[in-house]
């Protein structure tokens, strides 16, 4: 068994969609990045690398890299879920905290969950996730942004 911690933040700004978890969710604001920003997914994507020692997003998907401009998280995840299975692993399961004012979690938290679990070939009782609000401190309180942190364990097969 093996377990790795992810976590990752983007800017809120305007003219851009929200994604989190491969969802897009309805809100006035989205987040800014070199792919489509989708906070949830790079925290997992982190915890899972980190659990095999392959460092961490940045390393495999570089923000340096003009031809995955604009890339989907989901492309990230999909990849990530390939390299645990070349390595002879499997995930055991997946806990990630998002941290926002707004919007509220709840509403998409099944939906969301479904979606990552569907792309990492789980079921859903091996996704988890919450939604905090930071009490209106701090950048995410302040609505300036989003931040998650994610655990994942892997197991040998």
């Given at each position: 068994?093996?377990?790795?911690?992810?976590?990752?933040?983007?800017?809120?700004?305007?003219?851009?969609?929200?994604?989190?978890?491969?969802?897009?969710?309805?809100?006035?604001?989205?987040?800014?990045?070199?792919?489509?920003?989708?906070?949830?997914?790079?925290?997992?994507?982190?915890?899972?690398?980190?659990?095999?020692?392959?460092?961490?997003?940045?390393?495999?998907?570089?923000?340096?890299?003009?031809?995955?401009?604009?890339i989907k998280s989901?492309?990230?995840?999909?990849?990530?879920?390939?390299?645990?299975?070349?390595?002879?692993?499997?995930?055991?399961?997946?806990?990630?905290?998002?941290?926002?004012?707004?919007?509220?979690?709840?509403?998409?938290?099944?939906?969301?969950?479904?979606?990552?679990?569907?792309?990492?070939?789980?079921?859903?009782?091996?996704?988890?996730?919450?939604?905090?609000?930071?009490?209106?401190?701090?950048?995410?309180?302040?609505?300036?942004?989003?931040?998650?942190?994610?655990?994942?364990?892997?197991?040998?097969?």
């Open positions: 068994m093996r377990v790795g911690i992810g976590y990752d933040v983007h800017p809120l700004v305007e003219g851009r969609q929200l994604f989190l978890g491969g969802i897009e969710i309805p809100y006035n604001k989205g987040l800014l990045g070199h792919s489509d920003g989708d906070v949830l997914i790079h925290a997992i994507c982190d915890a899972m690398l980190g659990a095999l020692s392959e460092g961490d997003i940045g390393i495999h998907f570089p923000d340096t890299d003009e031809s995955i401009k604009g989901e492309k990230i995840l999909s990849h990530v879920k390939e390299l645990i299975k070349k390595r002879g692993f499997s995930i055991v399961n997946i806990d990630a905290v998002i941290a926002l004012e707004e919007p509220k979690i709840q509403p998409h938290r099944t939906i969301i969950r479904e979606n990552l679990a569907r792309v990492l070939d789980l079921d859903i009782e091996r996704v988890n996730l919450k939604g905090k609000t930071t009490e209106k401190l701090g950048f995410v309180g302040q609505k300036k942004g989003i931040e998650v942190f994610a655990v994942a364990l892997l197991e040998k097969q």
